[in-house]
């Protein structure tokens, strides 16, 4: 069954470090998301990404953040410089349709960043 | 009004039990609901979705109340197996979804 694959699954960095989370989402889906979780709380959206450029993007996506489809396969989140409170879960997820349309989800294990 | 509200739970059930759950929500304006579900520590799973007036899976339905905007989901002959978090989903403004904070079902043997 394909899936949607994310590295690492556990990162530890210094607050002001960047850090790169990367996913392989399902090769044949059209729409990319990021979401996080921090520990105990609710499922938060971060942003989509369809055809090479941000579809939307939520009021925690600030300037820090950023998203990149380096090429055909890779789609990753970069977090220029840390703080404590982006210690979190974060998952990649992909659908075939827009989430809205068809609401199908596919996430990835989650990449767990811990912020020291 | 919250955009999802749902109970936290826990809720605790005897294996072979009937359980439902209610989830609100504030965009009235929103067309299609799903049920995720959560493993501890795991990633969400779709559920079920919920388009119109309900839908029915085996041991799982689910059902929209426009009037009162809410959605139900009702597991009969709970397995142990069911235990989890079950979130809620609806769509905002857009193709943003919004997650409950979900309801914690443990089923007990």
């Known amino acids: 069954e394909p899936e949607v694959t994310q590295t690492p699954s556990h990162q530890v960095t210094q607050m002001g470090q960047e850090v790169i989370l990367r996913c392989v989402p399902i090769?044949?889906?059209?729409?990319f998301y990021w979401y996080r979780q921090i520990l105990g709380q609710k499922v938060e959206f971060l942003v989509s990404?369809?055809?090479?450029?941000?579809?939307?993007k939520s009021e925690i996506f600030d300037d820090q953040f950023s998203v990149e489809r380096p090429d055909g396969s890779n789609f990753t989140l970069k977090i220029r410089s840390t703080k404590l409170e982006d210690s979190a879960m974060y998952f990649c997820?992909?659908?075939?349709?827009?989430?809205?349309?068809?609401?199908?989800?596919?996430f990835g294990e989650g990449s767990r960043l811990t912020v020291l | 009004r919250k955009e999802v509200e749902q109970d936290p739970g826990p809720f605790n059930v005897p294996e072979g039990a009937t359980v439902a759950f209610n989830c609100t929500y504030s965009?009235?304006?929103?067309?299609?609901f799903f049920w995720y579900r959560q493993d501890c520590r795991k990633e969400p799973k779709l559920l079920m979705s919920v388009y119109s007036s309900g839908n029915e899976d085996g041991r799982f339905t689910a059902q929209l109340n426009r009037a009162s905007q809410y959605i139900s989901l009702l597991i009969r002959d709970s397995k142990l197996s069911d235990s989890a978090t079950y979130l809620c989903v609806a769509p905002r403004a857009g193709n943003m979804l919004t997650f409950g904070g979900g309801t914690r079902l443990m089923v007990k043997p």
């Open positions: 965009n009235s304006a929103s067309q299609s």
């Open positions: 997820a992909s659908s075939a349709l827009g989430q809205g349309v068809a609401g199908e989800l596919f």
């Open positions: 090769s044949n889906h059209l729409y």
């Open positions: 990404f369809y055809n090479n450029e941000i579809s939307e």
